[in-house]
């Protein structure tokens, strides 16, 4: 980070290359749509290349570049809440291409596939469902596996409200797949 601070390129990309994958994988989980998904990854590394001065190695690179996609994300939602009619990325309408559960492959048959992608979509549906607030923690804690403390400075909350939010999410996903858990 000391060398993409200078300004040199070559260690900006070392550095998208590292960060890239779980960054995309974070906004796809909290927007449910690829294609937005690869655009906030691009808008968010490149406003890591404008604050680059402004970083300080108090933390670990991988939080600060959390927060700045964390903030990101939460600034495009409040502009398209904003927005009359507006039905962005991100809305319900694009919960059907979601896949959080890549390994749900069944059992190679064709009912066991089907089962498998209904499951997934089920999941989708259900972690649509959550308060942004309640999806980033569950997101940031179970699918990118980050401490909850590096979740609480990422969120700016104590890790008190981080733990007490993954747990009410998990909660509430246990609930509303209650159908499939029995299964």
């Known amino acids: 980070m000391a ?11 070392l550095l998208y290359a ?3 994958h779980p960054l995309l994988n974070f906004f796809h989980q909290m927007c449910f749509d690829r294609v937005a998904a690869e655009d906030y990854l691009q808008e968010t590394f490149l406003r890591v290349w404008r604050a680059r001065a402004s970083y300080r190695p108090i933390g670990k690179v991988s939080t600060w570049l959390f927060e700045i ?8 939602r409040e502009k398209i809440r904003r927005r009359p009619f507006a039905t962005g990325a991100g809305g319900e309408e694009a919960q059907a ?18 089962r498998a992608k209904e499951v997934s979509e089920a999941i989708g549906r259900a972690v649509a ?3 942004e607030k309640l999806r980033a ?13 590096e ?3 990422i969120l700016d909350i104590p890790v008190g409200t981080v733990k007490s939010r993954v ?6 996903l246990r609930e509303r797949l209650r159908s499939y858990l029995e299964e």
């Not at 492959?105 to 089907?114: C, I, K, L, N």
């Not at 747990?167 to 509430?172: G, V």
């Open 3 to 13: 060398r993409v601070q200078a300004g040199d390129v070559r260690a900006f990309e």
């Open 18 to 20: 590292r960060y890239a």
């Open 69 to 76: 996609a964390k903030n990101f994300w939460f600034n495009e």
């Open 97 to 114: 291409q979601l896949s959080l559960v890549p390994d749900a492959r069944g059992d190679g048959s064709p009912f066991g596939s089907a």
């Open 129 to 131: 469902g959550l308060s």
């Open 137 to 149: 923690a569950f997101v940031l804690a179970r699918y990118q596996q980050l401490p909850y403390a």
């Open 151 to 153: 979740i609480g400075q």
């Open 167 to 172: 747990a009410l999410a998990e909660q509430l």
